[in-house]
């Protein structure tokens, strides 16, 4: 259940207890003050148990007092619902119903004030009645005195039986299992409103199934230049140039080239050449005309991008563009040595011109 409706229905509980504790309080006062009360206490002279009496009240006029003001904060604090203000709440329910509980004993023995011990024994006689009352619903058994009535016939070796009825709690059980039986048929395999197992199981699986698939895509749409990672899946890599030749080409030329935007199939990289720096440098732009394109494309949308970028690296479209920035060596590469020798011949002959 909502917590907060627990919560409030607590806070609803102690509000009526504190009520009714606050009305059962007023009328003791008035029973106090009334002429009846008088009487009773005269008639009772030099007894002690009044005087222990008087000092409850006294306990009690105090302790109600003091209980309002505990529950009050507890009960406009509550903003938000924890479970321990829940057992905070509980546990004050539970003070507050044992306190009504004990409060109207008080009472009634305040009523009872001119009675005597004695006096109790008809209630004890009036309980016991009461209880055997219950077994005898319950259990529907023929009191011991009548149990003539039942005895069977049969004995072996002075053992005989009584021909007593079902127990109506286990006969009125037995109704119930019918009728949820019935029910149950009725529900699963003749209207079938509710699922069977086996087609509630397959339900929670594509349910899972999808939870599962969109917190996939939701993670994949959390790359970012630090998470990005080289796309190899050929869906991945001509997605990519999709959108580059969609977006990239005007400044990059078909195949990465470069025109007004550098060559991006060399080794050289203004702003470095590493997934990550490639990734960034297409999500935050950079100057000279290269602008941020993180409000164009989603996250997934830039690391394709950036992968088919990182895929056409030594493809030598024609026409490139001079290399522009720093060497990049790939890492882990075996042909790194080499590109950078023949980056580096390169580089030389551009000195030279
Ligand atoms: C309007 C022209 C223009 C467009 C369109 C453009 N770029 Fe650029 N791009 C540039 C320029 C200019 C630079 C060089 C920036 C500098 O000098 O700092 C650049 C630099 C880059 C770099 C860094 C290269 C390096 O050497 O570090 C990458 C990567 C890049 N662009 C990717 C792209 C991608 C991907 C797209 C399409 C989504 C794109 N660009 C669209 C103009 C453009």
């Not at 009305?23 to 005269?42: C, E, H, P, R």
């Not at 209980?67 to 924890?82: C, G, I, K, L, N």
Request: glycine share 6%; aromatic share 10%.
């Amino acid at each position: 259940m909502e917590k907060s409706v627990i919560f409030w229905a607590l806070v609803v509980t102690a509000f009526v207890l504190l009520l009714s504790i606050f009305s059962l309080g007023n009328a003791m006062k008035v029973y106090i003050k009334s002429d009846t009360f008088k009487q009773k206490v005269n008639k009772i002279k030099e007894n002690n148990t009044l005087k222990t009496l008087l000092l409850l009240l006294a306990f009690v006029a105090t302790s109600t007092g003091t209980f309002a003001q505990d529950a009050a904060p507890a009960v406009e604090e509550a903003s938000f619902y924890t479970s321990t203000k829940i057992y905070i709440l509980l546990a004050i329910d539970l003070a507050l119903v044992a306190f009504l509980v004990y409060y109207r004993t008080f009472f009634n023995k305040l009523i009872h004030i001119d009675k005597k011990e004695e006096d109790e024994a008809p209630v004890q006689e009036f309980v016991k009645e009461r209880a055997s009352k219950l077994t005898q619903i319950l259990t529907d058994t023929v009191p011991v005195e009548e149990e003539e009535s039942i005895l069977m016939d049969h004995e072996y070796d002075g053992i005989q039986e009584l021909d007593n009825n079902l127990p109506p709690w286990w006969i009125y059980g037995f109704y119930l299992s019918i009728i949820a039986g019935v029910l149950y048929l009725l529900n699963y395999h003749v209207f079938k409103i509710s699922p069977l197992q086996e087609e509630a199981y397959q339900t929670e699986v594509k349910e899972a199934k999808i939870a599962v698939d969109l917190y996939l895509k939701e993670q994949a749409l959390n790359v970012d230049e630090n998470s990005v990672t080289v796309l190899t899946d050929d869906v991945d890599i001509s997605k990519g140039r999709m959108l580059f030749n969609q977006y990239c080409i005007a400044c990059h030329k078909e195949g990465g080239g470069g025109d007004v935007g550098p060559n991006l199939t060399d080794d050289y990289w203004i702003h470095g050449g590493t997934i990550n720096d490639v990734f960034k440098t297409i999500k935050y732009g950079a100057q000279n005309g290269m602008k941020s394109w993180k409000d164009e494309l989603n996250p997934v949308q830039m690391q394709q991008v950036a992968s088919y970028i990182k895929s056409l690296r030594g493809t030598n479209p024609p026409n490139a563009k001079e290399p522009q920035g720093d060497l990049y060596v790939e890492e882990g590469t075996a042909e790194a040595e080499t590109t950078e020798e023949a980056a580096v011949e390169v580089a030389d002959t551009l000195n030279v011109e």
